[in-house]
């Protein structure tokens, strides 16, 4: 499996900026896709944006136009920059990687998940 490890969460005022990253390691051969959730409290899991391998993203409609996710193929690296932030957007980021890796000699696929990034938007 890939392990991911995401940074840069934290605590920031409405209207403010951040920037996450998430880096993925391991016997990777490609990655697909790498993609942003959040879990909010009291909510399901949700879909933030996501990046596949050529390129093409997809949004939730509440983040178009204040996110913008991002690679670097070469470093296996996912990015989600923050304007705008609203409090609404406050839970745990986690980042998600799909693609395949070698695995005892074998080409197997894979689906990984990092431990999660807190952000907290909040006057």
């Known amino acids: 499996q890939a392990q991911l490890v995401e940074s840069g969460g934290g605590l920031v005022q409405p209207g403010g900026s951040l920037r996450l990253s998430c880096a993925a390691s391991?016997?990777?051969?490609?990655?697909?896709?790498m993609g942003w959730y959040r879990q909010a409290p009291g909510k399901q899991r949700e879909l933030v944006a996501v990046?596949?391998?050529?390129?093409?993203?997809n949004y939730a409609d509440s983040v178009k136009g204040r996110f913008t996710i991002s690679r670097d193929n070469a470093k296996n690296t996912v990015y989600l920059q923050m304007n705008s932030l609203k409090p609404e957007d406050t839970g745990v980021y986690l980042c998600n990687a799909d693609g395949s890796h070698w695995f005892g000699g074998v080409l197997k696929t894979f689906q990984s998940w990092g431990q999660g990034t807190q952000v907290t938007v909040s006057s």
């Open positions: 391991g016997s990777i051969f490609s990655i697909i896709a």
């Open positions: 990046i596949r391998s050529g390129g093409s993203t």
